[in-house]
């Protein structure tokens, strides 16, 4: 099984910016996604990116424009550039990999996944 390993949150204020990196096993091949969970509530897909040559990436409405993901696949790393952080951004924030998607699978649906890390934690102050 893939291990992914996140690495780069903090705490910043709101409108400031914060780059997180997801270390991989493996990564040719892989479809890989960052999700988050706040505090009582449920797992979402925040940002994806396929694993195509001209990678497709894929956004949550709620970041469009603010946050931008990339690969680079002879560093076996994948990122999330945030911008314009907001309060509501708060969460925890988990790397995910998968090889093989179900017919129709949606590349921010959770149970897509099947390798996550453990998170890294991103507070933003108002």
């Known amino acids: 099984q893939v291990q992914v390993m996140e690495s780069g949150g903090g705490s910043v204020q709101a409108g400031g910016s914060l780059r997180l990196s997801c270390a991989a096993s493996?990564?040719?091949?892989?479809?890989m996604g960052w999700f988050r969970q706040a505090p009582g509530k449920e797992r979402e897909g925040v940002a994806a990116?396929?694993?195509?040559?001209?990678?497709?990436?894929y956004y949550a409405d709620s970041v469009k424009g603010r946050f931008a993901i990339s690969r680079d696949n002879g560093k076996k790393t994948l990122y999330l550039q945030m911008n314009s952080l907001k309060p509501e951004d708060t969460a925890m924030y988990y790397c995910?990999?998968?090889?093989?998607?179900?017919?129709?699978?949606?590349?921010?649906?959770?149970?897509?996944?099947?390798?996550w890390g453990q998170g890294t934690q991103v507070t933003v102050s108002s």
């Open positions: 995910a990999s998968d090889r093989y998607f179900r017919p129709g699978g949606r590349p921010l649906d959770a149970d897509e996944y099947h390798s």
């Open positions: 493996v990564m040719v091949g892989y479809t």
């Open positions: 990116i396929s694993s195509d040559s001209s990678p497709r990436t």
